[in-house]
Nanobody
Framework: QVQLVESGGGLVQPGGSLRLSCAASGTTFSMYAMGWYRQAPGKQRELVATISSGGSTNYADSIKGRFTISRDNAKNTVYLQMNSLKPEDTAVYYC?????????WGPGTQVTVSS
């Protein structure tokens, strides 16, 4: 069983920055691919960024050049650095840990971009 807890969300003005963290416990963190997803009101959950166990990254086109995903295996934590935030980035952001056989989700953290 894997437990994931996201943190770092909040209210930020357009153009601002936030760094989300997702702390994992109960697993060998380095074995898992990690990802950030988001869900805005009335919309489906969508992929934001992923990072493999080997460190390869993948980003949604809508956030390329603005967001950066990284992981610290020593701290069992994955990060999402979000810069140049836009109102359309407003959503609940979820962390996911996955292998070929299973996946686990965190409860999410709210990010609101508004003036």
């Amino acid at each position: 069983q894997v437990q994931l807890v996201e943190s770092g969300g909040g209210l930020v003005q357009p153009g601002g920055s936030l760094r989300l963290s997702c702390a994992a416990s109960g697993t060998t963190f380095s074995m898992y691919a990690m990802g950030w997803y988001r869900q805005a009101p009335g919309k489906q959950r969508e992929l934001v960024a992923t990072i493999s166990s080997g460190g390869s990254t993948n980003y949604a086109d809508s956030i390329k050049g603005r967001f950066t995903i990284s992981r610290d295996n020593a701290k069992n934590t994955v990060y999402l650095q979000m810069n140049s935030l836009k109102p359309e980035d407003t959503a609940v952001y979820y962390c996911k840990a996955s292998t070929l056989l299973r996946e686990y989700w965190g409860p999410g953290t709210q990010v609101t971009v508004s003036s």
